[in-house]
């Protein structure tokens, strides 16, 4: 290959060849100036490598005192705050997604052809989702006072902003053409809702239900922090007064449970709506 | 004669094929029957088993609707006290007035995006290099796959404030602990997602990097990455968005962010406080969520682009 062919391919395509002149130079100024804003970043989060050493090693020795975990005879105690937790989790979550329907159907744009009905419950949705359920717990203490009750409402108020938002979203990707068919047949709107629409819906809807419960389950299990009810309360209880080995044991049953409503979720999934069509979190 | 036995025969055919007919009909009504009361059987059984979970969880979980009625105008009010004086006419004395400590919260605000940022990193880097070690297809021996599914487990099933907990415990009071605990959990978050879509490439274009002599983190960098890259920044995205939130709730525990001043204000009873912060983190929550989105439209945008 001799020399003009080259000079002439590269006019041809320039990004293949390596930059000349000042251009060459773009790459590290990026580097450097996203370097120093790393940097930046870390000094304004107090990152110290004196104080990451450290801390590491008092992490280890935390670890250490956590083994092995006892239940110094309270395992009763703490598996009911376990059930405790895990009714939160699946009340909320019911009640959310009893909620979420009507709610979604307003936000659907297929649906509602109102745009300003559309547009208040799709950005009310945004507002409620924008809050942890933790903090909707410490208001419902606040309300109904504490207990489980309490973290009842604020999973129910959290999950429904997060199920109408995924709810509606479910609605407006389903396929016109069906619903028309059904409208084709002489059905009324709500017939074609109900013919036409949920059919396709309904398995989406499901599966994200039970997929909350899941999450639920582990959310709900730190509620008890600001006195909603569940495990959370005896968790904290222990690490605030630094005893490591009743920790790791709450640790333990609480990633048992999670396991087995993991699996219990799974099954019931794939035998309500069939393995291909579960929705992948 | 013979017209007559053929019209028979014919009458004998028609007659066969009638009660054919019927037979199929029969069936069918049977099998129809026996299917909707299967069905049926189904969703009382269905029905019952819920109405009886709703039933031991109401018991377990204290619900009392009485109460909950009891307490309904308490509830208007905890909110309306909230509500802060404004009034048209000195409106920018009475906002000054809402938002009086409004530099700290804003700092606070700031440290909350910071340790939701950073923490996401985290999760991103060591999710990447977990998704490799974790795919089943390219882990270089299967208990690597067992050893790092579990670990991403067990990150994952953790709630962040018990990390959070733990870590204020060995690295001290602030935001350093809030970003390791928020890390650490979305590591396992990322990782097993990661993983998940690292189990999906395609395998060919991956023995083309190995026919070529690279060593196993070289095939994983330039085989497997430029594959995986739009999915794994679209969760991350995804990710950033939850640490969020997560972010926003580490100060109760001491590990940094708004979430300090939001319980200090809870706790001290200042109503149109808690209204000015949960306003402000509502907002910026609702910015990054929509800048999130956009970045993650233009990621998976420019992959459709390459898959034509």
Redesign the interface.
């Known amino acids: 290959m001799n020399k003009p062919k080259l000079i002439s391919w590269r006019a041809l395509r320039p990004e293949l060849y390596p930059r000349r002149g000042l251009a060459a130079w773009r790459g590290y100024v990026v580097m450097l100036i996203v370097m120093i804003l790393f940097l930046f ?2 000094s ?4 110290t490598a004196e ?2 050493y ?3 090693l ?2 280890v ?2 670890f250490g005192l956590m083994v092995p975990p006892e239940s110094k005879g309270r395992t009763a105690e703490y598996l ?1 705050a376990i ?2 937790t ?3 989790a ?2 909320g979550t ?1 009640v959310a997604s009893i909620l979420a329907i009507p709610l979604s159907l307003m936000g659907a744009r297929n649906i509602m052809p109102i745009g300003p009905v559309r547009f208040f419950v799709r950005r009310s949705s ?2 409620v ?4 359920s ?2 909707w717990a ?2 419902f203490v ?4 504490l ?3 309490a ?2 409402l604020a999973i129910t108020v959290n999950d429904t902003g997060i199920l109408t938002k995924l709810y509606a979203e479910a609605l407006e990707n389903t396929d016109a053409e069906q619903s028309k068919g059904v409208r084709a047949t002489g059905a009324s709107r709500l017939q074609t809702l109900l013919f036409g629409v949920l059919p396709q819906v309904m398995p989406v809807f499901l599966a994200n239900s039970l997929y909350f419960v899941e999450s639920n389950v ?2 709900a ?2 509620l008890g ?2 006195g909603a ?1 569940g495990i ?1 309360f005896f ?2 209880d222990r ?1 605030m007064i ?1 005893a490591w080995r009743e920790v790791a044991y709450i ?1 333990l049953l ?2 048992i449970t ?2 087995v409503i993991d699996t219990l979720s799974r099954i019931l999934r794939q035998r309500l709506i069939g393995q291909s069509s579960i929705a ?1 979190h | 004669m013979v017209a007559d036995n053929a019209h028979h025969q014919d009458a004998l055919q028609l007659n066969h094929s009638l009660t054919n007919a019927a037979l199929a009909r029969q069936r069918f009504n049977e099998a129809f029957m026996h299917r909707r009361s299967q069905l049926r059987r189904q969703w009382v059984i269905g029905a019952l088993l819920i109405m009886i979970l709703i039933g031991i969880s109401s018991v377990i979980g204290e619900v009392n609707l009485v109460h909950l009625w009891d307490r309904l105008p308490r509830f208007t009010s905890y909110f309306g006290r909230m509500v802060p004086e404004l009034s048209w006419a000195t409106l920018w004395p009475d906002l000054a007035r809402w938002y009086w400590n409004g530099w700290v919260w804003l700092a606070a605000l700031w440290q909350t995006i910071l340790i939701a940022i950073y923490a996401t990193l985290i999760g991103i880097v060591f999710g990447y290099i977990a998704s490799f070690l974790g795919a089943r297809n390219l882990s270089p021996h299967p208990s690597y796959t067992f050893f790092t599914r579990r670990l991403m487990e067990l990150a994952r099933t953790v709630p962040e404030l018990v990390f959070a907990v733990l870590f204020v415990y060995s690295f001290g009071l602030g935001p350093l602990a809030g970003v390791l605990a928020i890390g650490l959990h979305s590591m396992g978050a990322l990782g097993k997602l990661f993983a998940d879509v690292a189990e999906n490439v395609d395998l060919e274009q991956v023995k083309g990097v190995r026919s070529t002599g690279a060593s196993w983190s070289q095939t994983m960098v330039f085989g497997v990455t430029p594959q995986v890259l739009p999915d794994y920044l679209s969760y991350g995205l995804l990710r950033l968005e939850i640490n969020v939130r997560a972010a926003s709730i580490l100060g109760f525990v001491g590990a940094g962010g708004i979430g300090q001043e939001l319980y200090t204000a809870v706790k001290s009873f200042n109503h149109t406080d808690i209204s000015a912060i949960v306003i402000m983190l509502i907002i910026s929550v609702i910015i990054i969520d929509s800048f999130c989105s956009w970045v993650r439209g233009r990621v998976i945008g420019r992959d459709n682009l390459k898959a034509i």
């Open positions: 970043g870390l304004e989060l107090e990152v104080r990451l450290k801390g590491s008092k992490l020795d935390v009911f059930a405790e895990v009714s939160m699946f009340l019911l945004d507002v989702r924008g809050l942890d933790l903090v410490i208001f606040g309300v109904v006072g207990g489980p009750f973290g009842i582990r959310s299990t730190i922090v600001v009810g959370g968790l904290m690490m630094s640790i609480v990633l999670v396991a992948r």
